[in-house]
């Protein structure tokens, strides 16, 4: 069993930058791909990131790489999406989760594990 909680949501103008946390308690977690996730208004959910249990490897929407930057620290149990160069599109509840099943990095389906969200939004 894992709880998740997101922090670190909040109002940037473009062009600035957010850091959020994920924190994660219970057992479960080192060995697992964890991700961020966002929903902007009207949408889907869509992926945004995702690093493996070493950190040795990470993934990234096109939408967001060279943007974001995914990281972890299992020993805190936490993981972190570093954000600059905000867009007003960047907009959206962002969900960090954990991957328990060996479904593609960026399907949503693949995370059974779910923080609350935290908001971002980017101003004009």
């Known amino acids: 069993q894992v709880q998740l909680v997101e922090s670190g949501g909040g109002l940037v103008q473009a062009g600035g930058s957010l850091s959020l946390s994920c924190a994660a308690s219970?057992?479960?977690?080192?060995?697992?791909?964890t991700g961020w996730f966002r929903q902007a208004p009207g949408k889907e959910r869509e992926f945004v990131a995702a690093i493996n249990w070493s950190g040795s490897s990470t993934y990234y929407a096109e939408s967001v790489k060279g943007r974001f930057t995914i990281s972890r620290d299992n020993a805190k149990k936490m993981m972190y999406l570093t954000m600059n160069s905000l867009k007003p599109e960047d907009t959206a509840v962002y969900s960090c989760?954990?991957?328990?099943?060996?479904?593609?990095?960026?399907?949503?389906?693949?995370?059974?594990?779910w923080g609350q969200g935290t908001q971002v939004t980017v101003s004009s």
């Open positions: 989760a954990i991957r328990t099943t060996s479904l593609p990095v960026n399907s949503p389906q693949g995370y059974n594990y």
């Open positions: 219970g057992r479960t977690f080192s060995n697992y791909v």
